[in-house]
């Protein structure tokens, strides 16, 4: 099992960075893959960003293309989420996931594991 812990959220202006991280617990965290995923008011959870089980192969969402860097580091059981340039529709809480020997998908119905979220506010 593994239990996921998100950090780093805030309230920003557009145009600023941020930088989210998701702690895992478990020693089997380098079998998962990890992906990020936001929900805002009002809308169904959307894909971010994934990564795969050795970092090798990303994925990401059109709408973070160019903007958002997901990196993992298997002995620190942490995965990153860079965020530059945010725009206010960035604003959403975000959480990340573990798929057991996944592939980095962008369905949100491939994850265990979730974490609690963290809100990020992005002004304009």
């Known amino acids: 099992q593994v239990q996921l812990v998100e950090s780093g959220g805030g309230l920003v202006q557009a145009g600023d960075s941020l930088r989210l991280s998701c702690a895992a617990s478990g020693r089997t965290f380098s079998s998962y893959a990890v992906g990020w995923f936001r929900q805002a008011p009002g809308k169904e959870r959307e894909f971010v960003a994934a990564?795969?089980?050795?970092?090798?192969?990303?994925n990401y969402a059109d709408a973070v293309k160019g903007r958002f860097t997901i990196s993992r580091d298997n002995a620190k059981n942490t995965v990153l989420l860079q965020m530059n340039s945010l725009k206010p529709e960035d604003t959403a809480v975000y959480y990340c996931?573990?798929?057991?020997?996944?592939?980095?998908?962008?369905?949100?119905?491939?994850?265990?594991?979730w974490g609690q979220g963290t809100q990020v506010t992005v002004s304009a």
């Open positions: 990564i795969t089980i050795t970092g090798t192969r990303v």
């Open positions: 996931a573990a798929d057991f020997l996944g592939q980095g998908s962008d369905n949100r119905g491939r994850y265990d594991y």
